[in-house]
């Protein structure tokens, strides 16, 4: 598609619920991002891929959210056993350049997740 | 002490006045700067790079102070449509860990 797509783009869920959130990236973008979005705050870095490998998870909170990219282009965030703090808006973010370091960052609009 | 650091602001200007907000960075490595923009509820946009001689997009000029540490945009001739939420980002080389700050916001008043 022309740009990035996350669905949901909201999501009501009950406490303990297991939630997938889906992104799809920029047709040939090679790296995606997950960040975590608080009302008033920025993006918090939760994740990121480059292809399919998963270069970097220190931003996740705990062991409940992973994140996967098996094909290089989907990516799923999974958040097990969900509570209500993990309410909040997951942004999905692309890029073109794999390895260069100016490539700026294309957003998706979000899902909204509320957890009740 | 956070990766990226900026004053959240509200920063409240006249129209037509020049602004100016700076940010800071801890990780000496990061390699690559930006700043995007946020309107309310809606998701980041990429208002301009920073490069290392400064650069300049029409009444925005960004410069960025390796030594300090630190980044800078400034706003000359405000407009109410520059009303919103500006976010310092800094991305770290090697696999290109991506931080953002928590931005500051931008009020331009009629």
């Known amino acids: 598609g022309a740009g990035v797509s996350q669905s949901p783009r909201y999501k009501v869920t009950k406490r303990g619920q297991d939630v997938a959130l889906r992104c799809d990236p920029i047709?040939?973008?090679?790296?995606l991002y997950w960040y975590r979005q608080a009302l008033g705050q920025g993006p918090e870095f939760l994740t990121y891929?480059?292809?399919?490998?998963?270069?970097?998870k220190s931003g996740l909170p705990n062991d409940r959210f992973s994140a996967e990219r098996p094909e290089g282009s989907i990516s799923t965030l999974t958040i097990q056993r969900t509570e209500q703090r993990d309410s909040a808006m997951y942004r999905c973010a692309s890029s073109l350049s794999g390895t260069g370091l100016t490539s700026p960052l294309h957003f998706g609009n979000g899902t909204r997740l509320t957890v009740t | 002490r956070k990766e990226v650091e900026q004053d959240p602001g509200p920063f409240n200007v006249p129209e037509g006045a020049t602004v100016a907000f700076n940010c800071t960075y801890s990780?000496?490595?990061?390699?690559?700067f930006f700043w995007y923009r946020q309107d309310c509820r809606k998701e980041p946009k990429l208002l301009m790079s920073?490069?290392?001689s400064g650069n300049e997009d029409g009444r925005f000029t960004a410069q960025l102070n390796r030594a300090s540490q630190y980044i800078s945009l400034l706003i000359r001739d405000s407009k109410l449509s520059d009303s919103a939420t500006y976010l310092c980002?800094?991305?770290?080389?090697?696999?290109?860990?991506?931080?953002f700050g928590t931005g500051t916001k931008l009020q331009v008043i009629p």
């Open positions: 047709s040939g973008h090679v790296s």
């Open positions: 980002v800094v991305r770290t080389g090697g696999y290109q860990k991506v931080t």
């Open positions: 920073v490069y290392s």
């Open positions: 891929f480059n292809y399919e490998a998963q270069q970097d």
């Open positions: 990780n000496s490595a990061s390699q690559s």
